[in-house]
C-alpha cells in the first residue's frame, strides 16, 4: 500500500480506480498484507509449532475468514454465530477454541455436537452446565479455564481484560479448586490452561508478567496442561509514533517458558493479522467553516467504522491524491450521523481539501467491519480485497430495501 505518482495504491490496483467502480465507502483489503502478517507471525513463533487459532469477532467476513483458513490458520469464537461461521469457512472443528464468559446451553450443546478443540469455560457455573450436557451424552468434553492472571497489559482500560476487576476468567484460587476437583470427573476432561490479558499490547512485559503467573499456578498444582492458550491481544502501530510489539522478546519468554512445561501452545491473534491491511476509503460531502476550524464531513460514519467513538481509538487519514496545498486552518474529520461522537480525527497542516475529493482511514481491518451497524438505517459498506491486480467482491454494500 503506497502511494504513486501522488496517487494511493492497494497492491496495483488504484484508490480512485476503486472508488469510481463501487463507490464510497468501501473497505478495501490487501490479501498481500494478509499472506505477509501470517508468515511473520509463523516465523516468530513457529519454533514451538503453536496452533494459530483467528480471533474471529477482530473480522468476521466469511470470504476473508476462507482466505485466512487456506493460510493454514484456525479460528477462535466466542459465541454459537462465528463458530457456524468458522466451520461454513472450511474450519476444521479440531481447529477451534471457543471463548467467552456467557455461553448459553445451546451454544455449548452446539460446540460439543460439533467436537470442537476446546471449550475455555470462565466460571464454575458453566463447567456445570457442560458436565451436565455432557453426562445427558454419556461423553467426554474436553475443556480448558481462563485463568484471571490479574495482570495489568498497559493498554485502553476498555479492552483490558486480564484485570482482577475484569469479568473475564476465574482467580487463582478458583483456578485451583476447580482444576482438583475435575481430576476427578467421568465427564469433563482438563486439557488447557486459557489466558487473554487484552488488546492492543505494545509492551512485551505484561505477557512475561502473564507468563509469570501461569508457571507458578502450574507449579502449585502439579498438573500437565496439554494445551496453554496465551490468547492474542498483540498490538499493532495505528501511526507513526506508536510503538510496535517486540514479538522476538515475547517469543524468548514463551521459549523459557516451555523449557519448563511441555504444553503444546495456542494462540488467539486477531487484530495482528489482519489490522493494518484493510482501508477505509470515504468521499468528502462537504467541507464546514466555523471560524477556529473546518469540519471535513465525510460519507463514512460511526457506524462504518466504530472505533474512534467507541473507545477514542484513532486513526490515520490520508488524502487519495497528493497535493502540495497546505489548509491554513484545522481539519475535523467527521460523519454525517446524529451523534456528536461521530467523529474520526483532529488534523493540523493537512493538504488543502475540497467537495468530492477523496480520503481514506488507515489500519482498519481489525473491528472495522465486524463492530460495524445500521445506525441511523445506514447500509454497511461492501468489502474489497485485492491480490496484485485482481479484484474480489468480499461483501456487497447492503441495499436499504433488504435492511427496512
Known amino acids: 500500500m503506497r502511494y504513486i505518482n501522488n ?3 492497494i497492491e496495483n490496483v488504484s484508490l480512485q480506480r476503486l472508488a469510481k467502480k463501487f463507490s464510497t465507502p468501501f473497505y478495501c483489503y490487501s490479501y498481500e498484507k494478509i499472506k505477509k502478517n501470517i508468515q511473520n507471525f509463523n516465523s516468530k513463533f513457529g519454533k514451538f509449532s503453536p496452533l494459530v487459532c483467528f480471533a474471529i469477532k477482530s473480522n468476521t467476513n466469511l470470504n476473508l475468514i476462507r482466505e485466512i483458513k487456506n493460510l493454514g490458520l484456525g479460528a ?8 457456524m461461521l468458522a466451520i461454513k469457512a472450511g474450519i476444521s472443528p479440531k481447529k477451534i477454541v471457543f471463548s467467552g464468559v ?21 466460571s464454575e457455573s458453566e463447567i456445570n452446565i457442560i458436565e451436565k450436557i455432557a453426562k445427558k451424552k454419556n461423553s467426554t468434553v474436553d475443556i480448558g479455564i481462563r485463568l484471571n492472571p490479574n495482570t495489568d497489559a498497559k ?41 487473554h490479558i487484552g488488546s492492543q499490547i505494545t509492551n512485551h512485559k505484561p505477557y512475561e508478567k502473564m507468563l509469570a503467573a501461569v508457571d507458578k499456578i502450574i507449579d502449585k498444582l502439579k498438573f500437565k496442561f496439554e494445551y496453554v492458550d496465551l490468547g492474542g491481544g498483540m498490538g499493532i502501530s495505528y501511526g507513526k509514533k506508536q510503538n510496535k510489539l517486540n514479538y522476538n522478546k515475547y517469543s524468548n519468554a514463551i521459549e523459557k517458558f516451555k523449557k519448563k512445561h511441555a504444553s503444546k501452545i495456542i494462540f488467539e491473534p486477531g487484530r495482528s493479522i489482519i489490522g493494518d491491511t484493510a482501508l477505509l476509503v470515504s468521499k468528502i460531502i462537504y467541507l464546514k ?27 490515520q487519514i490520508l488524502p487519495v491524491k497528493k497535493n502540495k496545498l497546505k489548509s491554513k486552518k484545522n481539519y475535523e474529520f467527521v460523519g454525517p450521523i446524529c451523534e456528536s461522537t461521530d467523529k474520526f480525527l483532529s488534523s493540523k497542516n ?11 482511514l488507515c489500519d482498519v481491518g481489525a473491528y472495522g467491519s465486524s463492530l460495524s451497524s445500521n445506525y441511523n438505517l445506514r447500509p454497511k459498506s461492501p468489502e474489497i480485497l485485492i491480490n496484485k491486480s485482481k479484484i474480489k467482491v468480499l461483501k456487497k454494500r447492503q441495499r436499504l430495501e433488504n435492511i427496512i
Open 7 to 9: 496517487n494511493y495504491f
Open 102 to 122: 456467557g455461553k448459553t446451553e445451546s451454544e455449548l450443546l452446539y460446540a460439543i455436537n460439533k467436537k470442537i478443540l476446546l471449550i475455555n469455560s470462565e
Open 350 to 360: 493537512f493538504q488543502k481539501l475540497k467537495e468530492g475529493d477523496l480520503v481514506f
Open 155 to 195: 493498554t485502553l482500560k476498555q479492552i483490558s481484560t486480564g484485570k482482577k476487576d475484569n469479568k473475564f476468567g476465574v482467580d487463582e484460587k478458583t483456578f485451583i479448586k476447580l482444576v482438583s476437583r475435575l481430576k476427578k470427573s467421568k465427564f469433563l476432561k482438563v486439557k488447557c490452561l486459557s489466558v
Open 289 to 315: 467553516d466555523n471560524n477556529s476550524k473546518v469540519f471535513v464531513i465525510l460519507d463514512a460514519a460511526m457506524n462504518d467504522m466504530m472505533r474512534p467513538a467507541l473507545y477514542g481509538a484513532e486513526h
Open 76 to 83: 477462535d469464537v466466542v459465541s454459537k454465530g462465528e463458530l
